[in-house]
Nanobody, 120 residues
Framework: VQLQACGGGLVQAGGCLRL?????????????MGWFRQAPGKEREFVAA?????HYGDSVKGRFTISRDNAENTVHLQMNRLRPEDTAVYYC?????????????????WGQGTLVTVSS
């Protein structure tokens, strides 16, 4: 599956952004879809995933919402109440299961990343 993410940008703290990721080349509804992020000098971390239910990283719970539109082969990440520490490159990902996504192993498909910058 090929993934194309968009929607990043510059926003002030407290603001919001919506990321989108369009998938092609696979059966979208059969994939667990997720978002990860990597800040400068840090390891890539799990943000959110959509499988049978939604999963969230602790740092974004209550602020970010993942949703998917199987008819449009698209997954979204609505990010509210953004903080400077949310600044990172955000990556869309797909795998067979949410557990596989979280392992970030060889059987995960990745999008190209989109930069989110939150100013204080």
């Amino acid at each position: 599956v090929q993934l194309q993410a968009c929607g990043g940008g510059l926003v002030q703290a407290g603001g919001c952004l919506r990321l989108s990721c369009v998938a092609s080349g696979g059966t979208f509804s059969s994939y667990a879809m997720g978002w990860f992020r990597q800040a400068p000098g840090k390891e890539r971390e799990f943000v959110a995933a959509s499988g049978e239910r939604a999963h969230y990283g602790d740092s974004v719970k209550g602020r970010f919402t993942i949703s998917r539109d199987n008819a449009e082969n698209t997954v979204h990440l609505q990010m509210n109440r953004l903080r400077p520490e949310d600044t990172a490159v955000y990556y869309c990902a797909a795998a067979i299961t949410v557990a596989t996504l979280k392992l970030q192993g060889y059987n995960v498909s990745w999008g190209q990343g989109t930069l989110v910058t939150v100013s204080s």
